[in-house]
Structures are given as C-alpha cells and as structure tokens.
C-alpha cells in the first residue's frame, strides 16, 4: 500500500516543515505540495530541508481565480496524474492535521477494503489566546478545540482511493465524488451526509471515533492579521468558519492529549530535516563564497556609530526592574577556563541548583540519577554551547530548535554570575521555580535569569566539537571547514551562531531563511 498526501499552500513559510514532518511521521510515503504564489518564500527551505524525503514541489501559476476554484483543479489534477502510484491520497491544507491517536496510516486504512473513500470531521481549535504566533509546532501550540456539537465540527476533509474518482469530477474540496455508502467515517461505518446539503458536512455531530483531522483554523491573532491582509473578498463575511471560529470562545474549551509517539517521530524527522538543511546550506556557501563576501561588504549598516546608554540608573528604575546591565554579548572571564580554549561547566541557577535533564526537558531537578546540563565555552567568544554528554536530543521551553547542541550568547554579569540570550530573538534563558522548568522568554535578566558555571572534566565525547567549534574563527573558515571537518551537522549550526550577525544574515540572503527549528 503506497499513501500520499496533498496539500496546496499559500504563506505558510513557518509552520510548512512541521505539516510535513507530521504527515511522514503518520507513515504518508509522499507529500505532494503545490506553493500558490506564496509571498514568503517556503520552496528553497523545502528543497534544502527534504533530503531523501519524498516531497513533489509544484509551483501554482500566479491567478486572480478564486482559490478555491484551483484548489479543485488541482485536486482533480493529482487525482488523474498519480492514480496508478498510490493507491490512497489525502487532501488536506496546510493547517490540517490527521490525528489517529497513535495510529500509521496504513494500518487505520488496512480496515477499510470495503470503502474507497474516509472523512475525518474537523476538530476546530481556537486562537488558544495567543497573540503572538507561538513557535514550534502549531499541532502542539495550540491545545484547545471546540466541542463536538460546535457545527463547523461536522465538516470534513478526506482521503480516497484515487481510482474510485471519475476523471475530472472533483467539485468540492470537502469530499470526493464517491457514494455515500462507498465512503467511511473515521470509525469505519458508512457516512451520514447533512440532509439537504452536499457532501462534507455530517449529519450527527462527530464523536471522533478512530480519527480527527485537528484544524487550526484561527490559529494566532498574528497569523489572523497577515491572512486578513490576503484574504479573498468573498472570505471576509463574518459567518466564514475562519472568522465564526476565531471570534467564538467555544472554540478553546476542550483539550485532546496527542499522542507520545507521533510527537516524537517529528521531533526525530524535524532533526533529520535539520541535518538536511544545514548540508545543503554548506553547499551553497562553498560555490557561492564570493558572492556572500560581497552581501557581507555591502551591509551598509555597520558603519553606523552605536550609541552605548549609561548604566548609572537611579534607584527607582532598578526598583521597577526597568534597567538592564547588559548591552552586547560578552566572552567568559580568563580565570574560568582550564589550559586550552574550551572549557566544560555544569550550570547552576542563582540558588545554586544544578541543571539536570528530565524526560528531554532542561529543568531544576536535583536528583542526583538526573542527568546534567553541559556548557562549553570557547576562550574569546560570548557563546555557551549547551548539550547532553551522549548529544541526546533534550528541550528548551519556548525554544523551538531541534538541535543535539543548543547556542546560546552570554552576557556577564557583575557578581560573577552569566545571563544566555537566543541568538535569533535575544530573549532570555530563565530558570523558573515555581514550575521546575527552564524556559526562554523574558527581556530583561532578574535574578532567575542568572546562572553560575561549575567547571567539570573535559569529557571525551565533547572533545571533537570543541576543537572543531575552536577552528571556525571566521567567515571563511566557516565555509571551508563545516562540511568537512564538523563532526555532527548539528555543530555546523552551532558555528553558525557564532558568527556577527551582519554574516547571519547575509547567508539568509543568499541561502534562504534558516528554519527557526535550527536558529
């Protein structure tokens, strides 16, 4: 059984890896995605990323039609080109995942021979109240859907045997031109179309039974205002399920446990991906090393004087914790490291409470079978370099990166102690009590975002990224060593972090954006 999955996508630059990573982790063979003239770019990080993955990019041609007149087009299309190859397809958007509680696809599709089409009913979820678009993977941002008796529940999306579609005959996108009685439900039992409406909507409301399809159809309000600034005129009437499922708070009441497995199969793939990405970007810079010499020159903003605020702040302002003793990053101390360069450290937050791993998350757990946090710092350069001893994969709250190393800028600080900033958002590493978690965040560093380092032995495993993370002392040593010398891509990623950030982004500029599960 060969199972495809496709998609016609429109801005979704951010998230579209995830969607993707989902759909292989599901066991999907192939994801056949056609880009409708997104202004974002989302291609050149799809091709960089994919790999062996078996990911068909096709570009829509540019058209005022109403979209969802080329999304059946497209339907109709893919259900004639790849008949004879798969022997189900699924049609799904961008913001539609296929949840079977743990299930592989071939295995929930094994049991139905007797159907030649399933419809999945929408679980819709809220805004979730989010204002600012959550990083990380939308499916696990977003925890809260509306109850089965909400009526845009009963919409459905489906996958179909292809052969069953009569050429051309594709009208809607929320069904196939099956029989009712030759279409399944999520359960396995026959379908109950809405009486006096065409297929696509249910008549019960779902119960949800061996499948949904998670629809995060409101998602942030910031994903709100940059669709509604492209949204078609014949979408803006306020009864749309977009608007009617943003603007109603019975969308965020419920929550739906995903399944352990599926989210560690996407983490396993978002890292392959990963890996993929940053082999691909090296490339890149290898045949095109004179061009980004020249993007790096032509940044006209370096020679803008920097204005350097005072820090004799008056009490009332520390009082407020409006102040902060920071401005750029800054290199470790001399006295902190051993003989050589790099040096190996436990981290310990301001109580002095080691830094352990727990279940794959960075957390304030002081057992002592807990394993510990591993920094390294580089003489000479503000960057901490965090990981496991065997670079086992481990979490961040709030950071989204899928990384074995995790970089982060350090900033000293006065009484010995250092504050780690992200190196793409500048906020703040923080060690919070209350929930025994570590999380990236705030602005500003208090006394929870400072950490003390407690030098430990080199250890062996660690040895070979320090010495290759040492050679990488410039642009051109970057390019000429990443790919050969690096002993994981993922420290190709981590000398990524250590270069200005004027060369940051002039390999954007020439390579693409990097995907913000690597920086």
């Excluded at 302002?317 to 360069?341: A, C, I, Q, Y």
Aim: some cysteine.
């Amino acid at each position: 059984m060969r199972c495809a999955v496709c998609c016609v996508a429109k801005n979704e630059s951010k998230e579209i890896l995830y969607w993707i990573s989902w759909y292989i982790a599901l066991g999907f063979d192939t994801v056949i995605l056609f880009d409708d003239n997104s202004i974002y770019d989302s291609v050149a990080k799809i091709i960089r990323a994919k790999g062996n993955f078996d990911i068909r990019l096709i570009r829509v041609s540019q058209s005022a039609t109403y979209h969802a007149v080329r999304q059946v087009q497209i339907y109709n299309h893919v259900s004639t080109t790849y008949r004879d190859e798969f022997d189900w397809i699924a049609f799904f958007d961008a913001d539609e995942y296929l949840d079977l509680y743990g299930e592989d696809i071939k295995d929930f599709l094994s049991r139905m021979n007797d159907y030649d089409s399933v419809a999945f009913n929408w679980a819709n979820y809220g805004w979730n109240g989010h204002v600012m678009r959550p990083s990380g993977p939308p499916v696990l941002a977003y925890t809260k859907h509306g109850a089965p008796d909400l009526f845009w529940n009963r919409h459905t999306k489906v996958i179909t045997r292809p052969t069953a579609i009569p050429q051309n005959s594709i009208a809607y996108v929320h069904a196939s031109p099956v029989p009712a009685e030759r279409t399944a439900s999520a359960d396995g039992q026959p379908i109950r179309w809405l009486d006096g409406h065409r297929a696509g909507l249910t008549q019960n409301e779902p119960d949800w039974k061996g499948g949904r399809l998670i629809h995060l159809q409101a998602r942030s309000m910031e994903n709100y205002v940059q669709r509604e600034y492209l949204r078609e005129d014949l979408r803006r009437h306020p009864d749309d399920p977009s608007n009617s499922v943003f603007y109603d708070p019975r969308y965020n009441e419920q929550t739906t446990p995903i399944n352990v497995a599926y989210v560690e199969k996407m983490f396993h793939l978002l890292h392959f991906m990963s890996c993929n990405f940053m082999r691909s970007m090296m490339i890149t810079l290898e045949e095109n090393y004179l061009g980004l010499v020249s993007l790096c020159k032509s940044d006209i903003t370096k020679e803008i004087p920097i204005y350097q605020e005072s820090k004799n702040f008056s009490q009332g302002e520390k009082n407020e914790r409006w102040t902060s003793d920071h401005s750029e990053p800054s290199s470790l101390m001399e006295e902190v490291f051993s003989e050589g360069t790099g040096s190996l450290f436990e981290l310990e937050t301001f109580e002095r409470t080691t830094i352990g791993i727990k279940n794959g998350n960075v957390s304030l757990d002081p057992l002592s079978e807990t394993p510990k946090l591993l920094a390294l710092a580089l003489k000479g350069k503000p960057i901490l370099h965090l990981m496991m001893a065997d670079f086992g994969r481990f979490s961040i709250r709030n950071d989204p990166r899928v990384l074995r190393i995790l970089t982060y800028e350090v900033h000293t600080n006065s009484d010995g102690s250092i504050s780690l900033t992200h190196p793409r958002t500048g906020r703040y590493v923080s060690a919070r009590m209350n929930s025994r978690e570590v999380e990236v965040g705030l602005q500003r560093a208090y006394d929870w975002e400072k950490f003390y380092l407690r030098p430990i032995e080199m250890k062996s495993s660690v040895n070979m990224l320090a010495r290759f993370l040492e050679s990488v002392t410039s642009l051109r040593n970057f390019v000429a060593k990443g790919l050969a010398t690096a002993p994981m891509e993922d420290a190709i990623a981590a000398a990524f972090c250590t270069l200005p950030s004027y060369e940051r982004k002039a390999i954007a500029r020439l390579a693409g954006e990097v995907p913000e599960f690597i920086y």
